[in-house]
């Protein structure tokens, strides 16, 4: 079946520094895949999504490339801020005709001044 | 534009009672799907209603229910409580349930069995 492997967390890191969130899936056909985010005491809100192989989504200086080859859809930052400690979700979309959200476990950040 | 709004927003429950928790989409969208979020096992689908027609199931024993009306609304009811059911319950709403569409999420709903 379909499944999301992210990272597990924590990860802390200083303000300015760079973010890796590793996503990987398994999928049968062509689904769409979506970056997530839980502030505290919140629900989750969309941060990019990408629906087709090599594409790129971007939001808040946040990127993540669809990649097929690797099955993977990794988030990255280049300069992280206090304000993005957060959980973050690694979805994806089945592209078969069922419309389920599968999510991974979430992985949470937490940026130091 | 409205977002999603869910109430009760906390509740709390003793065991073997049942509760309703209630969503109400963005306006316009006709489909909302409901998740179960625990620190275990993460977020997990529990149904998905378009057009007050349960179209997609997830995992979940047969006392989690739900039904969609005529304007969008959606309920959730989970009978017979257990201890495991404590959770946040999630509900998302979205244009028309296709695979490439966002889902808007509500805040959730805290439930806390005892």
């Known amino acids: 079946g379909n499944s999301v492997t992210q990272m597990e967390g924590p990860v802390t890191l200083s303000e300015e520094a760079f973010l890796t969130i590793n996503c990987t899936y398994t999928?049968?056909?062509?689904?769409?895949l979506f970056w997530y985010v839980q502030y505290p005491g919140e629900g989750l809100q969309l941060l990019l999504k990408a629906t087709k192989a090599d594409d790129k989504g971007s939001n808040k200086g946040f990127e993540a490339t669809y990649r097929k080859e690797t099955t993977s859809f990794h988030l990255e930052k280049g300069s992280v801020q206090v304000s993005d400690s957060a959980v973050y979700f690694c979805?994806?979309?089945?592209?078969?005709?069922?419309?389920?959200?599968?999510f991974g476990t979430g992985t949470r950040l937490k940026v130091l001044a | 534009k409205a977002g999603v709004t869910q109430t009760p927003r906390y509740l709390i429950k003793t065991r073997g009672q049942q509760v309703t928790l209630s969503c109400s989409p963005i306006s316009g969208h006709r489909s909302v799907s409901w998740y179960q979020q625990t620190p275990g096992q993460g977020l997990q689908f529990l149904f998905e209603?378009?057009?007050?027609?349960?179209?997609n199931k997830g995992n979940f024993p047969g006392r989690f229910s739900g039904r969609q009306f005529s304007n969008s609304r959606s309920e959730m009811n989970v009978s017979t409580l257990e201890l495991g059911d404590s959770a946040l319950y999630l509900c998302?709403?979205?244009?028309?349930?296709?695979?490439?569409?966002?889902?808007?999420f509500g805040p959730g709903t805290r439930l806390l069995v005892l």
């Open positions: 999928a049968t056909g062509y689904p769409s």
């Open positions: 209603y378009f057009s007050e027609t349960q179209r």
């Open positions: 979805a994806l979309s089945d592209g078969s005709g069922t419309y389920k959200y599968i």
């Open positions: 998302a709403s979205s244009l028309a349930g296709v695979s490439m569409e966002t889902q808007y």
